[in-house]
């Protein structure tokens, strides 16, 4: 072999390799390239490896000349690696007939979910006056859905609350655990959690084996709160929620409570609004009454304040509990909270 060897041989190596290189259009015809000629078994690596096995006259001039080739080949190949990449988008044209001149298509964007604007818009009303939001678990036990809300087995405030059972028993043959009702037992897990002072806001969503209609759904959203603190008064719960109306309905809106029954608070109350459609002269969306309820509240009972721990001569506190989906479809005019569950774009895509 190595008498083979001339310079005149390694010239048309070189010239030969070039030639079909010029040719080739792939990455991977390319690197096919490189190690035929420049691999370690390559044609013109075996022709450097040889020279040392020839006479010394030629040894020096095929050596030079077959470094030379050697460093032009590399060269060659990094040049067409480089062109072959930049030229990827148009080869990509070419190969697919993309047209590169048409615009390109929108991607559309998506939008908050008309129920997660509202729950935010409430809780930045209630972030605005010092509360914190905190959230808590879906399932629940039985203890702090109604227990710890002053609502023991058997007290007939349970059968407001249609509720959904995990099918589970404990050594009693009880079922301990269910979907959460409401977000009211969130008010003894925080206060279980911490000293006063509480300022709490909870949204989530709540559960119920209902069946649904234009206003109840057997799933929805609750936004819960609690203030706990050494001398809070009834008119810091009328505060509060007076400023929250007017932030959420706008700065001309009355308010009105009248007593209501929640067996965790004492005095509880229900809360309304004057109707922001009729300005409270009565039309459809108030059912002619010019009031439409929003709420529940109350002073925190004490034996909830008690069965977390709290010594309830010194703390008191005010609670509340609202639809979210309800305060929607009042401000929005919606007639079906099944609408906010039933992923219609049409209906979507106007919030
Ligand atoms: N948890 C009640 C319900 O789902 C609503 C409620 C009423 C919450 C009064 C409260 C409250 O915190 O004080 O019907």
């Given at each position: 072999?190595?008498?083979?060897?001339?310079?005149?041989?390694?010239?048309?190596?070189?010239?030969?390799?070039?030639?079909?290189?010029?040719?080739?259009?792939?990455?991977?015809?390319l690197?096919?390239?490189?190690v035929s000629y420049?691999?370690?078994?390559g044609?013109?690596?075996?022709?450097?490896?040889?020279?040392?096995?020839?006479?010394?006259?030629?040894?020096r001039?095929?050596?030079?000349l077959?470094?030379?080739?050697?460093?032009l080949?590399?060269e060659?190949?990094?040049?067409?690696?480089?062109?072959?990449?930049?030229?990827?988008?148009?080869r990509?044209?070419?190969?697919?007939?993309?047209?590169?001149?048409?615009?390109?298509?929108?991607?559309?964007?998506?939008?908050l979910?008309?129920?997660?604007?509202?729950v935010?818009e409430i809780?930045?009303a209630?972030v605005?006056?010092?509360?914190?939001?905190v959230?808590?678990?879906?399932v629940?036990?039985?203890k702090?859905?109604?227990?710890?809300?002053?609502?023991p087995?058997?007290?007939?405030?349970?059968?407001k609350f249609?509720?959904i059972?995990?099918?589970?028993?404990?050594?009693?043959?009880?079922?301990?655990?269910?979907l959460?009702?409401h977000?009211?037992?969130?008010?003894a897990r925080v206060m279980?959690r911490?000293?006063p002072?509480?300022?709490?806001?909870?949204?989530?969503?709540c559960?119920?084996?209902?069946?649904?209609?234009a206003t109840?759904?057997?799933?929805?959203y609750?936004?819960?709160?609690l203030?706990?603190?050494?001398?809070?008064?009834?008119a810091?719960?009328?505060?509060?929620?007076?400023e929250?109306?007017?932030?959420?309905?706008g700065p001309?809106?009355?308010?009105r409570?009248?007593?209501?029954?929640?067996?965790?608070?004492?005095p509880?109350?229900?809360?309304?609004?004057?109707c922001?459609?009729c300005q409270?002269?009565?039309?459809?969306?108030c059912?002619?009454?010019?009031?439409?309820?929003?709420?529940?509240?109350?002073?925190?009972?004490?034996?909830?304040?008690?069965?977390?721990?709290?010594d309830?001569?010194k703390?008191?506190?005010?609670?509340?509990g609202?639809?979210p989906?309800?305060?929607a479809?009042?401000k929005?005019g919606?007639?079906?909270?099944?609408?906010?569950?039933?992923?219609?774009l049409?209906?979507?895509?106007?919030?």
């Open positions: 072999m190595a008498t083979e060897i001339t310079a005149g041989f390694v010239e048309v190596l070189g010239r030969e390799a070039l030639m079909e290189l010029d040719g080739l259009n792939t990455l991977e015809a690197e096919d390239w490189r420049l691999g370690r078994r044609r013109l690596t075996t022709i450097l490896r040889a020279i040392g096995s020839l006479p010394p006259e030629q040894r001039t095929v050596g030079a077959g470094n030379q080739t050697k460093t080949l590399e060659r190949l990094a040049i067409r690696l480089q062109a072959l990449k930049e030229s990827g988008v148009s990509l044209a070419m190969e697919e007939q993309i047209d590169v001149t048409l615009p390109g298509r929108a991607i559309s964007a998506g939008r979910h008309p129920t997660t604007q509202i935010r809780c930045d209630f605005a006056m010092g509360f914190q939001i959230e808590g678990p879906e629940e036990w039985d702090y859905n109604f227990e710890m809300l002053n609502i087995r058997g007290h007939p405030a349970r059968d249609s509720s059972w995990i099918d589970y028993r404990d050594q009693g043959g009880e079922y301990p655990m269910l959460r009702t977000t009211s037992p969130m008010q279980e911490m000293r002072p509480v300022r709490v806001i909870v949204p989530g969503k559960y119920r084996y209902e069946a649904t209609d109840h759904e057997w799933h929805f609750q936004v819960e709160g203030a706990v603190d050494d001398g809070i008064t009834f810091d719960l009328k505060g509060t929620l007076y929250f109306a007017r932030r959420v309905f001309e809106r009355r308010v409570f009248r007593c209501d029954y929640f067996p965790f608070v004492e509880g109350v229900d809360m309304a609004i004057d922001f459609a409270g002269n009565g039309c459809r969306i059912k002619e009454s010019g009031w439409i309820e929003i709420m529940g509240a109350g002073m925190v009972h004490p034996r909830v304040l008690e069965g977390v721990g709290y309830s001569s703390y008191t506190g005010f609670a509340f609202l639809g989906e309800r305060i479809m009042l929005y919606i007639d079906d909270i099944r609408l906010f569950y039933s992923n219609d049409r209906f979507l895509r106007q919030f």
